[in-house]
């Protein structure tokens, strides 16, 4: 059930944050571009066992295939059952100041030898004709930028399901890099490509328009966030 009364819930927030100190330390590149590797893979394989589901299903529908072949990889892959304790659709989560209660990210990625109260999360949104780079910055970039998603960590993903042949270069880049939603968007450094072999992959890094309310300043500022871009080939596969 939703809550009707959008008021912060401090009593929500201290339990949660009980011991830690936030944001929490920064995730290393190396295990970060193992996650990379691993969803890209993950991705390949779903495409190829689903790919009319890939192709034409709903957002929901290509990210429940995707959660489930990355937990089964947990079970058949021992450098990513390593890192990785599980990954979860759509878990409940609060937002910064417990003014949400049941905020749904697509992915929470609970990493073994991290906090598990903050998962790494990751947003995916669908890239095609009539969907495109401003519905993935506003429904999707953005809540990483005011404290719905990710607010205890400094670094999240984001995953484009793209079914035509946009890439980060040609629809991100440019977006991002015109003056109002440079600002609207708090970029501090732009898409810049990074090499994952199997997808088309960047980071960028961008300003967060909260502060914690449960510690005081200077501890309450969250810092920059640092997004990983995973755009993935959702397009129909050419049968011979």
Same mark, same amino acid.
């Given at each position: 059930?939703?809550?009707?009364?959008?008021?912060?819930?401090?009593?929500?927030?201290? @339990?949660?944050?009980?011991?830690?100190?936030?944001?929490?330390? +920064?995730?290393?590149?190396?295990?970060?571009?193992?996650?990379?590797?691993?969803?890209?893979?993950?991705?390949?394989?779903?495409?190829?066992?689903?790919? $009319? $589901?890939?192709?034409?299903?709903?957002?929901? @529908?290509?990210?429940?295939?995707? @959660?489930?072949?990355?937990?089964?990889? *947990?079970?058949?892959?021992?450098?990513?059952?390593?890192?990785?304790?599980?990954?979860?659709?759509?878990?409940?989560?609060?937002? /910064?100041?417990?003014?949400?209660? #049941?905020?749904?990210?697509?992915?929470?990625?609970?990493?073994?030898?991290?906090?598990?109260?903050?998962?790494? *999360? +990751?947003?995916?949104?669908?890239?095609?004709? $009539?969907?495109?780079?401003?519905?993935?910055?506003?429904?999707?970039?953005?809540?990483?930028?005011?404290? #719905?998603?990710?607010?205890?960590?400094? #670094?999240?993903?984001?995953?484009?399901?793209?079914?035509?042949?946009?890439? *980060?270069?040609?629809?991100? #880049?440019?977006?991002?890099?015109?003056?109002?939603?440079?600002?609207?968007?708090?970029?501090?450094?732009?898409?810049?490509?990074? $090499?994952?072999?199997?997808?088309?992959?960047?980071?960028?890094?961008?300003?967060?328009?909260? /502060?914690?309310?449960?510690?005081?300043?200077?501890?309450?500022?969250?810092?920059?966030?640092?997004?990983?871009?995973?755009?993935?080939?959702?397009?129909?596969?050419?049968?011979?």
């Amino acid at each position: 059930m939703s809550s009707s009364a959008l008021l912060p819930r401090p009593d929500q927030i201290a @339990e949660l944050t009980r011991g830690l100190d936030l944001p929490l330390a +920064a995730i290393d590149d190396v295990y970060l571009h193992i996650i990379v590797g691993g969803v890209a893979q993950a991705f390949t394989d779903i495409r190829a066992s689903a790919p $009319t $589901t890939v192709a034409t299903g709903d957002e929901a @529908e290509v990210t429940a295939l995707l @959660e489930a072949r990355l937990n089964r990889m *947990i079970e058949e892959d021992k450098v990513w059952r390593q890192l990785v304790a599980s990954v979860v659709r759509g878990k409940e989560s609060l937002s /910064f100041d417990g003014s949400h209660l #049941e905020k749904r990210p697509d992915l929470s990625i609970h990493l073994s030898a991290r906090a598990l109260r903050f998962p790494l *999360i +990751a947003e995916a949104k669908i890239i095609d004709a $009539t969907r495109g780079e401003n519905l993935y910055c506003s429904k999707g970039l953005r809540r990483f930028l005011n404290g #719905e998603y990710g607010w205890g960590g400094r #670094e999240a993903f984001m995953i484009a399901y793209v079914r035509d042949e946009s890439t *980060i270069a040609t629809r991100l #880049e440019p977006y991002l890099a015109q003056s109002a939603q440079a600002t609207s968007y708090a970029v501090q450094d732009a898409p810049i490509a990074i $090499t994952s072999g199997t997808c088309d992959a960047a980071r960028s890094r961008h300003g967060r328009s909260f /502060f914690y309310t449960h510690t005081a300043p200077p501890a309450n500022d969250p810092g920059v966030i640092a997004l990983w871009h995973l755009w993935v080939d959702a397009s129909p596969v050419a049968t011979v």
